[in-house]
């Protein structure tokens, strides 16, 4: 498996399964674009992270959650590589658990505009710079297939995060289909409960419990766990599959 000399764009670089990416890619022999919207300072030690090893990386901003925030993302890629992106990973994201009687229309707004309308614009941003070998990987959930949590009207659940990903996995099989015969391939990972600041629910007993026992592996998810896929998926060794999704989520929910 080799990432050598590609140029790659990882959005929400600077933290959890987005900043393992962008070193997993680094290792294979990437040049990383690490993207971030507000940890600059992150964003900074992964790419000292990057450049300390040997590799090539460079921070870059970008809020997603603005209407021209995906503009300005492929506008400052350009600037910073030229006109050819190999991987895109679209792994930025957002999510928000509530009961459905606590959920607001901003709430709402900030899932879809960061998570969907975020994603959907970069991805027609970045294609005049993407060509034949290039591929897209964009990081969904298990919540795009399955309903995870207790069930209940008074307990909370993620259904509208669920449901960003759900329509991202529906772009992910138009996308492939749209862009095959131009050689771009386009697929999802699906990640379970991964130990991350989104997932902070797991730092309680309660919590682990309740991922531990949807879960045939019984140990919680690592952002390494997600990267390791991602990069294999971006490789020219997955170069026969596209418009999938693949689940890594230690075997939840079978
Ligand atoms: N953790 C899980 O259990 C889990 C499970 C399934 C799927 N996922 C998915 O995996 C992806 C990464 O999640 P994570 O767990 O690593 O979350 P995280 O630790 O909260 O990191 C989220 C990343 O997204 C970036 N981001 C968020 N809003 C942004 C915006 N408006 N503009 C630009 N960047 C933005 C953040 O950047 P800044 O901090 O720089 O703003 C950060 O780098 C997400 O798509 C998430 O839905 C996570």
């Known amino acids: 498996m080799t990432l050598e000399n590609k140029w790659a764009l990882i959005t929400g670089a600077s933290r959890g399964i987005g900043r393992a990416t962008a070193l997993a890619f680094a290792r294979e022999g990437a040049?990383?674009?690490?993207?971030?919207?507000?940890?600059?300072?992150?964003?900074?030690?992964?790419?000292?992270?990057i450049r300390s090893k040997g590799g090539q990386a460079e921070a870059i901003q970008a809020d997603l959650s603005t209407p021209d925030g995906a503009a300005l993302l492929a506008s400052r890629t350009r600037s910073a590589i030229g006109d050819h992106l190999d991987v895109l990973v679209a792994n930025a994201g957002v999510s928000k658990a509530s009961r459905i009687a606590g959920y607001t229309v901003e709430d709402f707004d900030n899932l879809y505009a960061t998570n969907v309308r975020g994603t959907f614009f970069l991805v027609q941003q970045l294609l005049p710079i993407m060509s034949e070998g290039s591929n897209i990987v964009v990081v969904s959930s298990i919540g795009a297939r399955f309903v995870v949590g207790v069930p209940g009207l008074e307990n909370p659940s993620i259904l509208a995060y669920a449901s960003t990903k759900g329509a991202l996995e529906t772009l992910v099989r138009n996308w492939a289909a749209i862009l095959g015969p131009q050689g771009i391939r386009v697929n999802a990972v699906a990640p379970?409960?991964?130990?991350?600041?989104?997932?902070?629910?797991?730092k309680t007993d309660a919590g682990r419990e309740v991922a531990l026992g949807m879960q045939a592996l019984k140990r919680l998810g690592k952002p390494e766990d997600v990267a390791d896929v991602v990069a294999f998926i971006a490789s020219d060794n997955a170069r026969w599959i596209t418009g999938a999704s693949i689940p890594v989520d230690g075997g939840s929910k079978l």
């Open 31 to 49: 040049h990383v674009l690490v993207h971030y919207g507000r940890s600059a300072k992150e964003a900074e030690t992964a790419v000292s992270e």
């Open 192 to 202: 379970g409960v991964i130990e991350t600041d989104m997932s902070n629910f797991t």
